[in-house]
């Protein structure tokens, strides 16, 4: 069983960075893809990044492309998420997924296999 604990969140402003991590433990990150997400008071949950387990596809949210750049430790069982230029948009409760390589690359919202408890992020402007 796959745990995942996010950490680095917190009260920014607008234009600053934040980093994300998500520790997991349990078992081997290398084996699984990796999504972020994030959901805002009164919307839905988007998916702000997926990323494969091997190789170095990645794929991002329209609005966060060019801000955000996910990237994995496998020694530390880590992921990041590096959010640069925040904006009051991005103020949300941050989430890592997990989901199990063999079930496919890709990050679908309700599909995925593990998730964090979240760490907000809210940005002021």
């Known amino acids: 069983q796959l745990q995942l604990v996010e950490s680095g969140g917190g009260l920014v402003q607008s234009g600053g960075s934040l980093r994300l991590s998500c520790v997991a433990s349990?078992?081997?990150?290398?084996?699984?893809?990796i999504g972020w997400f994030r959901q805002a008071p009164g919307k839905e949950r988007e998916r702000v990044s997926c990323?494969?387990?091997?190789?170095?596809?990645?794929n991002y949210e329209d609005s966060v492309k060019g801000r955000f750049t996910v990237s994995r430790d496998n020694a530390k069982n880590t992921a990041y998420l590096q959010m640069n230029n925040l904006k009051p948009e991005d103020t949300a409760v941050y989430y890592c997924?997990?989901?199990?390589?063999?079930?496919?690359?890709?990050?679908?919202?309700?599909?995925?296999?593990?998730w964090g408890e979240g760490t907000p992020v809210t940005v002021s402007s």
């Open positions: 997924a997990a989901r199990h390589s063999w079930r496919g690359s890709l990050c679908p919202s309700y599909g995925m296999d593990y």
């Open positions: 349990g078992s081997s990150l290398d084996t699984y893809v």
């Open positions: 990323m494969s387990s091997v190789d170095a596809w990645r």
